[in-house]
């Protein structure tokens, strides 16, 4: 029923979904569900929203993010793994997340996302004009989404439990 027991790996913008997505998605393949952010914390003993408040914080986030990422794809049992929305931006995280896993884009259009994360207060990328940031973001990565996902799947206007049977449907090698 799996792909040749490839890891399952959510990436895309903040607001996407992946870690609501994931859980879902792990419960349904009954395996383990692993949060990149979730690792960074642990790894280094705060939380990203104070790891980005402390000098050269986001380079450091994105040590501890390389890292994460390294410890997921290692796993031996298939995960669901739901990256941070900039983690595939580094070249070798991405050839790692490609490598071990069955990549989904879950992709939404910004003025979606942005209402999704009205209320949010833990994304130091988005403080300030929340919109603004996250056109510049899709901007910047939309590309890199593209390249290396092997399938992307929209999410506006979808139920939870839609998504999640797409993302399931298009893992399992269901034809959409
Ligand atoms: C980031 C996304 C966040 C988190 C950090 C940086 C990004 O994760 O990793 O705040 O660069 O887009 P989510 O995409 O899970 O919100």
Same mark, same amino acid.
């Given at each position: 029923?799996?792909?040749?027991?490839?890891?399952?790996?959510?990436?895309?913008?903040?607001?996407?979904?992946?870690?609501?997505?994931?859980?879902?998605?792990?419960?349904?393949?009954?395996?383990?569900?692993?949060?990149t952010d979730?690792i960074v914390e642990?790894l280094a003993g705060m939380r990203v929203a104070e790891l980005f408040a402390i000098a050269g914080g986001e380079a450091k986030f994105r040590d501890f993010e390389h890292q994460a990422v390294? $410890? %997921?794809? @290692? #796993?031996?049992?298939? !995960?669901?793994?739901?990256t941070g929305g900039g983690a595939?931006v580094d /070249?070798?995280n991405?050839?790692?997340?490609?490598?071990?896993?069955?990549?989904?884009?879950?992709?939404?259009?910004?003025?979606?996302?942005?209402?999704?994360?009205?209320?949010?207060?833990?994304r130091p990328l988005?403080?300030? $004009? %929340?919109? @603004? #940031?996250?056109?510049? !973001?899709?901007?910047?990565?939309?590309?890199?989404?593209?390249?290396? /996902?092997?399938?992307?799947?929209?999410?506006?206007?979808?139920?939870?439990?839609?998504?999640?049977?797409?993302?399931?449907?298009?893992?399992?090698?269901?034809?959409?």
């Open positions: 029923m799996t792909p040749g027991g490839r890891h399952l790996v959510l990436v895309g913008l903040m607001g996407a979904g992946k870690t609501t997505v994931g859980n879902r998605s792990a419960q349904q393949l009954d395996r383990a569900f692993v949060d979730d642990a390294a $410890d %997921a794809c @290692a #796993s031996p049992a298939p !995960l669901v793994i739901s595939v /070249a070798e991405r050839n790692r997340l490609a490598a071990a896993g069955f990549v989904v884009w879950l992709r939404a259009p910004v003025d979606v996302l942005a209402t999704r994360l009205a209320d949010d207060s833990d988005l403080a300030g $004009d %929340a919109p @603004a #940031s996250l056109s510049r !973001l899709l901007a910047l990565r939309e590309h890199i989404y593209e390249a290396v /996902a092997d399938v992307a799947i929209d999410t506006q206007e979808r139920s939870v439990d839609d998504v999640v049977t797409a993302v399931v449907d298009a893992y399992c090698g269901v034809t959409q």
